[in-house]
């Protein structure tokens, strides 16, 4: 019986979803597996299983545990921010040789960076919001940059995975407070002008006779955008199938897939949309999306009359088996 690995926990402010997100998935994975949970910490990583708790070995890749050595086969990384979603475990994984479920250190690293990853896909002719990248070595203009973006505009971390330090921006006496925000979460911060439209996200993986697109969950936000709270707390309503004419549903289900073979993902990818005078517009992929109870990839899979435990061992079969 093959032993995989979740890994999960991270150093971003979304620690706590990751965990959760990885608590459902070893609820649910393939009874032919042994699944184990190995949380990563500041302080070190660790296996978390139930109530027992034992020291995870990142050179050897095993654990001890019911006094039996462990090594993994096989992993998924399921950490939401720096260092999983980024692909720095991924790396190191794939220095060890051990197989990774999902997306490898360069997809995963491209498309952690909101900014990088969308002047990319807007290099493929897909579109995207007009931007502004700095740097905290950069110096903020805030006049040039409501000239060259307008009025509202979002500031957010570009190198973040976190859903933490996202303001939206309606006066220019607001963006110096807004970047600082943003640059606690992230060394980068984009600047994007503001697309008036429907929310939706689009969720895509690999089955054994191709790429198939869930679903779209259409994103009703109580809030003023699809922050931490909206996504985590509650305050959003996140209505499956999304609320399109079938032919936006199509295309942003076909821009989905393209995205996803252009970026070269694996396993589960939600890409998120914004559908402007019923054009999409892309505003960023996430290659590790959530996956607790309150998360939408779940809500896609049951609307689409999938579960949890089949998504898995599809995923295995393709990702895993079949390479």
């Not at 032919?32 to 990563?40: C, E, M, S, T």
């Not at 996140?238 to 942003?252: M, N």
């Amino acid at each position: 019986m093959k032993t995989i690995g979740v890994f999960c926990g991270g150093f971003s402010s979304e620690w706590e979803i990751s965990l959760k997100s990885a608590e459902i998935i070893c609820r649910n994975f393939p009874e032919d597996y042994l699944v184990f949970k190995i949380v990563i910490s500041q302080t070190g990583w660790y296996v978390l299983n139930e109530a027992q708790k034992c020291e995870f070995d990142i050179n050897s890749m095993s654990f001890k545990f019911s006094e039996q050595i462990h090594s993994i086969d096989a992993a998924i990384v399921y950490v939401h921010g720096d260092p999983g979603e980024n692909g720095k475990v991924q790396a190191l994984l794939e220095m060890k040789g051990i197989p990774c479920l999902n997306s490898g250190p360069l997809a995963s690293a491209l498309s952690f960076d909101k900014w990088f990853c969308n002047q990319f896909l807007k290099g493929f002719g897909l579109k995207v919001a007009n931007s502004v990248f700095l740097s905290k070595e950069n110096e903020l203009d805030a006049q040039e940059l409501v000239l060259k973006l307008g009025l509202p505009i979002f500031v957010k971390p570009s190198d973040s995975g976190s859903s933490y330090g996202i303001s939206k921006v309606k006066t220019q006496e607001e963006i110096l407070p807004a970047f600082e925000k943003a640059f606690n979460e992230g060394d980068t911060v984009v600047a994007e002008s503001f697309l008036d439209g429907i929310e939706v996200t689009c969720g895509v993986y690999r089955r054994k006779n191709g790429l198939y697109a869930l679903p779209l969950t259409e994103i009703a936000s109580e809030n003023e955008f699809f922050d931490y709270e909206a996504k985590y707390l509650g305050k959003s309503n996140e209505i499956t199938p999304a609320r399109v004419e079938d032919f936006v549903r199509d295309e942003v289900q076909r821009q989905a897939k393209y995205i996803y073979q252009l970026l070269r993902l694996k396993s589960i990818a939600r890409i998120d949309f914004m559908i402007v005078d019923n054009s999409p517009h892309i505003i960023e992929v996430n290659t590790t999306p959530g996956f607790s109870a309150a998360s939408i990839v779940p809500q896609m899979l049951a609307c689409d009359g999938i579960s949890i435990q089949e998504f898995w061992k599809e995923i295995i079969e393709v990702e895993l088996v079949a390479r």
